[in-house]
């Protein structure tokens, strides 16, 4: 649990993982592509096959509200575009999109395709603790094609 001086140091963006420049890849995310607002990363954690973060670049922001209208404009756009790739890649039976930011306080969605009969089908997968969800990685050439499906389904988009 945070304290108060805990939050309000990570609200302001001190030391913020997710505020540019961010790896291209790291134990938690390899990029898709970057986007007009926002850059899409396919999660390391596949327990829900195709699950993405779609983080916003431009700045260091911790809310929707603290967003210009044209920042909020281009980053819904981008959700939007974003999310339809993954759909069309995939083909999941449904997407949870979900922004919470309460252990990164920086913008961003996870967007988090779901499959009927997956392991949390029918409840929110954020329930559970994060030290006790599941941790499914995938082998490098599984998560490389899966990059390269959502990037063309992407880049037929953008075209």
């Not at 670049?57 to 509200?65: T, Y």
């Not at 930011?101 to 967007?111: D, M």
């Amino acid at each position: 649990m945070s304290t108060r001086a805990d939050w309000e140091t990570r609200v302001s963006g001190a030391a913020c993982p997710l505020c540019v420049p961010r790896p291209p890849s790291n134990d938690h995310w390899d990029l898709v592509e970057t986007l007009s607002a926002s850059s899409l990363y396919l999660s390391r954690n596949q327990t829900y096959r195709g699950q993405c973060q779609l983080i916003f670049d431009r700045r260091h922001a911790a809310r929707l509200d603290q967003l210009t209208a044209d920042e909020y404009g281009a980053f819904a756009r981008d959700l939007f575009t974003a999310q339809n790739a993954v759909v069309r890649s995939l083909g999941p039976d449904h997407v949870n999109i979900e922004s919470l930011g309460n252990v990164v306080p920086h913008l961003h969605w996870h967007i988090v395709p779901r499959y009927v009969g997956d392991a949390r089908w029918g409840m929110p997968i954020w329930t559970t603790p994060l030290d006790a969800m599941p941790d499914h990685r995938l082998g490098h050439e599984d998560r490389e094609a899966l990059v390269a499906s959502i990037r063309r389904a992407l880049n037929e988009q953008l075209v």
